[in-house]
């Protein structure tokens, strides 16, 4: 097996860099899809809340990448720092309404109404059935968008995908967190 470049994504404390926007993906890179509320079997929960529960980010999840210019492939991730980060200036720069489609179209109709940092493993995203680990950034979007709805009803789009700038520094992986990775990779593609 090929050994692939490890980027550690990382933003700054004064808001330049950091998620801009948040993309209703029919395949999240973070490879963990959002409940729909109207799917959820919850007692005080109907379809008409519109409600899309998932991960934005995963902290320390790989995720491949391949460089536009030299069609290198890669691995980026976040740090749980910059997990928590990214969830806090996200709400800090006031850009819960900003969505789009397949990171190609912006659409209106969309808003994240609930955001939090998975602190332990009693959390609301247990309880949504959702099994990321702690330090994950989930969010609640409210689909008020028929057109929308509709995409997430047809199985079009099942999770977010975040957009932003970031710097990228070169990861100095231990040999123990080499070893994790593979069989990480390996799980995964045995699955």
């Not at 977010?160 to 970031?166: H, L, N």
Request: with cysteine.
């Amino acid at each position: 097996m090929e050994k692939k470049k490890v980027m550690k994504c990382v933003i700054d404390d004064d808001m330049r860099l950091g998620v801009q926007a948040i993309s209703l993906v029919e395949f999240p890179a973070i490879e963990t899809n959002w409940v729909a509320l109207s799917e959820v079997k919850l007692r005080a929960v109907n379809k008409e809340r519109r409600m899309l529960y998932g991960p934005a980010l995963i902290p320390n999840k790989y995720i491949l990448r391949i460089d536009k210019t030299t069609g290198e492939e890669f691995y980026i991730y976040f740090d749980e720092e910059t997990v928590y980060k990214c969830a806090h200036q996200f709400m800090l720069k006031n850009l819960h309404h900003n969505h789009t489609l397949e990171h190609e179209m912006a659409v209106t109709g969309c808003t994240v109404v609930e955001t939090w940092y998975k602190e332990s493993d009693q959390d609301k995203s247990v309880h949504l059935g959702i099994d990321v680990p702690v330090g994950t950034w989930m969010v609640g979007t409210y689909v008020q968008s028929d057109e929308i709805w509709e995409e997430v009803e047809l199985g079009k789009v099942k999770g977010f995908s975040i957009e932003g700038i970031f710097d990228h520094m070169v990861a100095e992986l231990s040999s123990s967190s080499e070893d994790l990775f593979v069989e990480a990779l390996m799980a995964a593609l045995s699955e």
